[in-house]
């Protein structure tokens, strides 16, 4: 009777389309370990893990948050020491955490966690300087790190150093590539993500952290060029949380340094149409240099520090409106011949062949139940395509859609990932 009344339940959705959702912040257990801030965060699976930062000291312990019991279990300590300001990137089922500082000691080094052993291993060091507060994110099969800062203690004078460049780390050949440096200041606590096939990168503070920015940047990793994007009624902020649900990048938290404020407001911008918009307020109230990442279409948030800079604990779960989840797929059709895929089922690798005209270009979406993207990605404009399916893309049942060079439907099929 159970299994009968969830699928009535699916077909009553599918058909009317899924109840709307409201976007909401709930507050979930505090964090297991000290109050902290400029800690690192990654998520795999259904679990996020959080490592290190400051409590007016650096710190080394590393904790599982699991989504599912909303519960904190502390793991092995990182073997790379203690540190504060560290970056981080997913691929695959692997997370990758490296760089930051202990005290006037910065690193370079790069480290890989196994999450089915919980175990480290030690990776090719990135060939820039050693730094802190570089922003990580990958993209496909690939890996990035940029920007940062460095203070130097000299005999006679001590300063700081803010980067504007860029490296790109391939695990199949652990191996780092330096790409094209990231445009405008150098500039340090920046914010960055990946949406599908593009990264981005912006806000941040200059060097001397007596100012806050507000250019925001667009990242192609095939062409190796970054296109600026529009700030809409942008604020200047540094330090600030920025991750991804659907195809949106929310925005949360940070200072502007040259007055010394924070906003309370938490903002959503679109990666299709280019816009920014104020989606609400934060409940925990100002926040600057905590962790924000997301998992299984929901956002994490926590740590970090308050209005009166104390590190806090507190421990919180983003939902997206469904009414503001965005795709990128318009409801314009137009006539083409056929596509198939297959297999369906299919297991990782999906083959699409499409019957269309010849120099025709097309792109492909994959979205979930939710309507949030899970993979995205541009066709070569052959017949026959093979699109191997990312690890982060778990077994369900999700919708295939065709896109032209306008990212206008054509036409979409149902796909079943086992």
Do not use: H
Request: glycine content about 12%; hydrophobic content about 35%; charged content about 15%.
């Amino acid at each position: 009777m159970k299994k009968i009344s969830t699928l009535i339940l699916f077909g009553i959705f599918t058909f009317f389309g899924w109840p709307p959702i409201k976007a909401q912040w709930i507050q979930k257990t505090n964090f297991g370990g000290t109050a902290r801030a400029a800690s690192a965060a990654f998520s795999l699976g259904n679990k996020v893990y959080l490592f290190g930062g400051t409590d007016n000291f650096q710190l080394q312990d590393f904790w599982e948050y699991d989504i599912t019991t909303d519960v904190w279990t502390q793991k092995a300590n990182f073997p790379g020491g203690f540190r504060a300001g560290s970056s981080t990137f997913t691929i695959g089922t692997k997370a990758y955490l490296g760089l930051g500082s202990n005290t006037n000691f910065y690193y370079n080094d790069l480290w890989e966690y196994d999450q089915t052993t919980d175990t480290w291993t030690q990776k090719a060091f990135m060939p820039g300087d050693t730094r802190e507060e570089a922003v990580g994110f990958s993209i496909g099969s690939k890996g990035y790190i940029g920007t940062g800062q460095k203070f130097f203690v000299g005999p006679n004078s001590s300063f700081n150093i803010a980067y504007n460049d860029f490296y790109e780390y391939d695990p199949a050949t652990d191996s780092w590539t330096q790409k094209a440096n990231v445009p405008g200041s150098t500039r340090t606590f920046a914010a960055g993500c990946s949406a599908g096939t593009k990264g981005y990168l912006g806000f941040g503070a200059d060097a001397n952290q007596n100012a806050s920015f507000t250019d925001f940047y667009e990242y192609d990793p095939v062409t190796d060029v970054w296109t600026p994007k529009s700030i809409g009624a942008g604020y200047p902020v540094a330090d600030p949380g920025l991750f991804l649900i659907g195809n949106d990048l929310y925005l949360m938290g940070g200072l502007d340094l040259a007055t010394f404020t924070a906003p309370t407001s938490y903002r959503r911008y679109n990666t299709i149409t280019d816009s920014w918009v104020t989606a609400g307020s934060f409940p925990g109230g100002i926040i600057a240099g905590q962790v924000a990442v997301s998992s299984n279409g929901k956002a994490y948030a926590g740590t970090g520090f308050d209005a009166s800079l104390n590190p806090r604990n507190d421990w919180w779960e983003f939902t997206a409106s469904s009414s503001t989840i965005t795709t990128g797929v318009t409801e314009k059709t137009e006539s083409i011949k056929a596509f198939s895929i297959g297999p369906n089922p299919v297991m990782n690798e999906l083959t699409l062949n499409i019957y269309q005209k010849k120099n025709s270009t097309y792109s492909f979406i994959i979205t979930n139940i939710l309507g949030e993207v899970s993979y995205s990605g541009e066709l070569s404009g052959t017949e026959t395509e093979k699109i191997q399916l990312p690890a982060s893309m778990g077994k369900g049942i999700y919708s295939f859609t065709l896109l032209n060079s306008s990212k206008t439907k054509i036409a979409s099929q149902k796909l079943i990932k086992n």
